[in-house]
């Protein structure tokens, strides 16, 4: 095809679109709101995953040395944990240290701590697993140590959470399946009305000698066209959305993060990410469901 012929194939799509503008609005909303709650699904998805991540990671296993301990077996002992690849944090506790942290939790009764004849606080390491799946696996690489007495692991909260994870995952894939579904299946019905309605046109020019390509041409154009621009819309609509929620979880930070709601991902660090997305599936919807949709119109 001459690049003459390209160029107004492109110029006649474009102008199409204003003047089919009821039709075209129509494909255009519809593709806008499919979008755009697929986006803020995925989004939704994204941070959810955060905060479920920011949860596992107040996981905590508190080893207790066995009394009287060498420096010597203490140090065996961070050794050991330093190379255990399950484990991502490590923090070690004195005895004296321990004895501070039971007094100040109990409060205006510590003063009975006064009277004991030595400190009954084992030497600790605090440790935190970096997948809460594997924290039964390290605790039984951990009790097998040298100068562990004993080991206390989270076991019911690390259960509850992967549940509440896999069902969470279940329940988010299925639903995003399903607006995909439903989305692809309005914005065709959708397209497929806008074309019946110039079905006359494209018989004519089937009819004068016009080649199939020829004919699609402008509706690809047409519909691609649509497409960018919904896709514009939506992320200008999920940026407003996600920020405005956003926000919400930024006035009472101690609260959010006692429940996990940080380091949420800010829209402006992935905003350009999600304006590609949005217009290339915009226009990839467009333009194929609109060359589609006039196949059967092509048969004359």
């Not at 994204?46 to 990671?57: C, G, H, L, R, Y």
């Not at 970096?130 to 924290?135: A, E, F, H, L, Q």
């Not at 019905?189 to 020019?205: D, H, P």
């Amino acid at each position: 095809m001459r690049t003459s012929n390209v160029t107004y194939l492109v110029k006649k799509g474009i102008s199409s679109v204003w003047k089919n503008l009821l039709m075209s609005f129509a494909s255009f909303s519809i593709l806008m709101v499919s979008l755009l709650l697929v986006g803020c699904s995925v989004l939704l998805m994204m941070n959810v995953n955060t905060i479920m991540k920011n949860i596992e990671d107040t996981n905590e296993i508190a080893i207790y040395l066995n009394e009287g301990v060498t420096q010597k077996q203490t140090e065996h002992i961070r050794s050991v944990l330093e190379k255990n690849d399950n484990i991502s944090e490590i923090t070690y506790r004195s005895k004296e240290e321990g004895l501070e942290d039971f007094r100040q939790k109990m409060g205006k009764f510590s003063e009975l701590l006064d009277y004991l004849d030595e400190n009954p606080m084992p030497e600790t390491f605090l440790v935190r697993v970096g997948d809460i799946t594997k924290i039964r696996q390290a605790v039984t690489e951990i009790s097998s140590v040298e100068g562990v007495e004993k080991v206390q692991a989270p076991y019911d909260f690390a259960s509850a959470l992967i549940e509440i994870r896999n069902t969470f995952s279940i329940i988010a894939g299925a639903v995003l399946l399903a607006l995909i579904i439903v989305s692809i299946v309005i914005v065709s019905n959708t397209i497929r009305t806008s074309v019946f309605a110039r079905r006359n046109e494209i018989s004519i020019m089937r009819y004068v000698g016009a080649t199939s390509a020829f004919i699609k041409t402008p509706f690809f154009v047409e519909g691609m066209f649509i497409g960018i621009l919904a896709g514009a819309a939506a992320w200008g609509l999920t940026w407003v959305v996600y920020d405005a929620v956003f926000s919400l979880f930024s006035t009472d930070l101690t609260l959010w993060q006692m429940l996990g709601f940080y380091g949420l991902i800010p829209f402006r660090n992935i905003m350009w990410i999600v304006l590609a997305v949005n217009c290339g599936a915009g226009a990839l919807l467009g333009a194929v469901g609109t060359v589609f949709s006039t196949g059967k119109y092509l048969k004359v």
